[in-house]
């Protein structure tokens, strides 16, 4: 099965509210990372976690190895924020694997 | 500043012929670098990665090859293309192992 499954798969916000996206692991990851989608399809990265929180303005992620998950909150939500956010696990050997994926609408 | 070009932005192939992606990474030396590749309503899949120059690891059977000839650049190629090779292929490049992981722009593949 899947080593990363990344919930929820789409999330609907009005501006201003916020919410969590969260990433299972089914296996011990050494790090997490984030990342949203651009215009043209490629990813630019949000986090890169190897324990605890870390935050940049309105988004927040969190990471634990232990429990096996992470999670992207993202609050004061701004339409800009609209767009595919994945999380990407790193099992070591130079091997990330990537969650499916969360199309994040946010609407007036 | 560290930069990654990717070429070209798009292709349309046939079936059967040959392809050549090609990566460069500016402003860095000894980058690790990966291929990865995204089927349309796929999840994106780490193809190989080079930790060096002239050492290319396999990650996911695709028919596919890669190269690192340089120490700057990773190139993705095979000699017959199917249909199942279509997609958006990435390159991307991290400082080491353990290390927040950098994406070019992409080159989107379409193989009729």
């Known amino acids: 099965g899947d080593q990363v499954e990344q919930s929820p798969s789409a999330l609907s916000l009005h501006e201003g509210t916020g919410s969590a996206l969260r990433c299972n692991f089914t296996t011990t990851m050494r790090a997490v990372q984030w990342f949203r989608k651009n215009s043209r399809g490629s990813l630019i990265n949000l986090f890169y976690l190897a324990s605890g929180t870390k935050e940049n303005g309105r988004l927040k992620s969190a990471f634990d190895s232990k429990e096996r998950y992470s999670t992207l909150h993202i609050r004061d939500a701004q339409l800009e924020d609209s767009g595919t956010y994945f999380c990407a696990a790193d099992s070591g050997y130079n091997k990330l694997t990537f969650g499916k994926g969360t199309v994040l609408l946010v609407s007036p | 500043a560290q930069t990654i070009h990717q070429w070209p932005v798009a292709e349309i192939k046939a079936v059967g012929s040959p392809l050549s992606l090609g990566c460069t990474i500016k402003g860095k030396s000894s980058p690790n670098l990966y291929w990865y590749w995204q089927a349309t309503g796929g999840t994106l899949q780490q193809l190989f990665y080079?930790?060096?120059?002239?050492?290319v690891e396999s990650v996911v059977q695709l028919n596919l090859s890669a190269s690192r000839p340089k120490d700057d650049q990773f190139i993705l190629s095979t000699e017959k293309l199917l249909l199942s090779h279509s997609g958006f292929y990435l390159c991307?490049?991290?400082?080491?192992?353990?290390?927040?992981?950098?994406f070019g722009s992409g080159t989107r593949l379409t193989v009729l």
């Open positions: 991307a490049w991290t400082r080491d192992s353990a290390e927040t992981l950098y």
């Open positions: 080079s930790i060096t120059v002239g050492q």
